[in-house]
């Protein structure tokens, strides 16, 4: 499967942002997908993962509150909304598939597909 993360961009502090996933060359039923991000200097970290058939999500503790992940798998995408931003939010944002489906787990080591990120940037 082939995943392209769009949607980031620059917004203020307080401010909500929509990131979108599109997957090609499979359907995204057969995967759990999650969004991770990585912050200049950081190790890349998990926002929220969703199961295959959006029955179940976990979150990050940082995002809590803050964050919807969802799914249409008839439109083989996955979104996520980022909602009162701060600039602590500042990352490249992935989203990432993986196939064992019968695990939900928010550790990147589990998904072996990744798409190319897409900036976010908060501004205080």
């Known amino acids: 499967v082939q995943l392209q993360a769009s949607g980031g961009g620059l917004v203020q502090a307080g401010g909500s942002l929509g990131l979108s996933c599109e997957a090609s060359?499979?359907?995204?039923?057969?995967?759990?997908m999650g969004w991770f991000r990585q912050a200049p200097g950081k190790e890349r970290a998990g926002v929220a993962c969703?199961?295959?058939?959006?029955?179940?999500?976990y979150y990050a503790d940082s995002v809590v509150g803050r964050v919807t992940i969802s799914r249409d798998n008839a439109k083989n995408t996955v979104d996520l909304l980022l909602r009162s931003l701060k600039p602590e939010d500042t990352a490249v944002y992935y989203c990432?598939?993986?196939?064992?489906?019968?695990?939900?787990?928010?550790?990147?080591?589990?998904?072996?597909?990744w798409g190319q990120g897409t900036q976010v940037t908060v501004s205080s």
């Open positions: 990432a598939a993986d196939r064992t489906i019968a695990t939900l787990i928010l550790d990147s080591r589990e998904y072996a597909y």
């Open positions: 969703i199961s295959s058939q959006g029955m179940r999500a």
């Open positions: 060359g499979d359907t995204l039923r057969r995967y759990n």
